[in-house]
């Protein structure tokens, strides 16, 4: 498979076209940032560790009948996903409040939501990802009624099934954001990544924060965490 120019570079990742069609190529970069880009740094080996995370999870749920784009895991920093247009919608998974969601309704961190919360946001960097609903969605033309549906259904699902394999790593799955795409035959499918960069993870028993909040908080020791995400999901899923 043979890089070619670059398509896209976002905060955590560079998109490259291959010379086979409908196939990308994502590089993890090891750049971190928080609050909309206001906080910038660098978290060491972050890329090699997101990318075999996000790699675990992909087959994880592909093997449970949840369709990604994701073809394989290349090297250190790379995978090859299928070509897709991004619903321009950021869902949102909470199962525990934290962070905005705790800051907005005014309740405690950690406490366990009685259901699980889904919240979308418009994707735009100049905008700060806003809040929206489904009627936003509508009138914006972002996504129609039935692909929402599947979204829906699909992050829900999601949510059951990493809830339950990190269960077994002794973390638990506070909140998490996904992004969708639509691929060249109007398919919906999961893109973008899974990884301590989008999602909150705490050590069920400490408490302890094992994702990009020890970054944005300035807890220190992120290269840690990452680590110990990744060695407790290799133990707990076979051939990972």
């Not at 199962?95 to 800051?103: E, F, V």
């Not at 599947?150 to 077994?168: F, G, P």
């Not at 899974?194 to 408490?207: G, H, L």
Request: hydrophobic share 40%; aromatic share 6%; charged share 35%.
């Amino acid at each position: 498979m043979e890089k070619l120019e670059m398509l896209y570079e976002g905060k955590a990742k560079k998109i490259f076209k291959t010379n086979e069609a409908n196939v990308y190529l994502v590089e993890y970069k090891d750049d971190a940032t928080a609050f909309n880009g206001q906080k910038k740094g660098t978290i060491q080996s972050k890329g090699i560790m997101n990318n075999k995370i996000a790699s675990i999870f992909f087959k994880l749920l592909e093997e449970k009948g949840i369709k990604t784009h994701f073809i394989k895991h290349v090297d250190d920093r790379s995978m090859l996903v299928k070509a897709v247009q991004i619903v321009p919608v950021e869902v949102i998974v909470r199962n525990i409040a934290a962070g905005t969601l705790a800051k907005r309704l005014g309740l405690e961190e950690g406490t366990v939501m009685q259901k699980t919360v889904l919240e979308f946001c418009l994707k735009s960097d100049e905008l700060g990802d806003p809040m929206i609903n489904n009627y936003h969605i509508a009138a914006l033309d972002l996504a129609s009624e039935g692909e929402m549906e599947t979204i829906t259904k699909e992050a829900l699902k999601i949510n059951d099934i990493l809830r339950e394999v990190l269960d077994k790593c002794g973390i638990e799955l506070v909140d998490f954001k996904l992004e969708f795409g639509r691929t060249k035959d109007g398919e919906i499918i999961l893109a973008d990544e899974i990884s301590p960069d989008t999602c909150r993870f705490w050590d069920k028993t400490t408490k302890e924060k094992m994702d990009k909040d020890r970054f944005r908080r300035d807890l220190g020791k992120v290269e840690d965490a990452y680590q110990e995400v990744l060695r407790r999901l290799e133990e707990a899923i076979p051939n990972a």
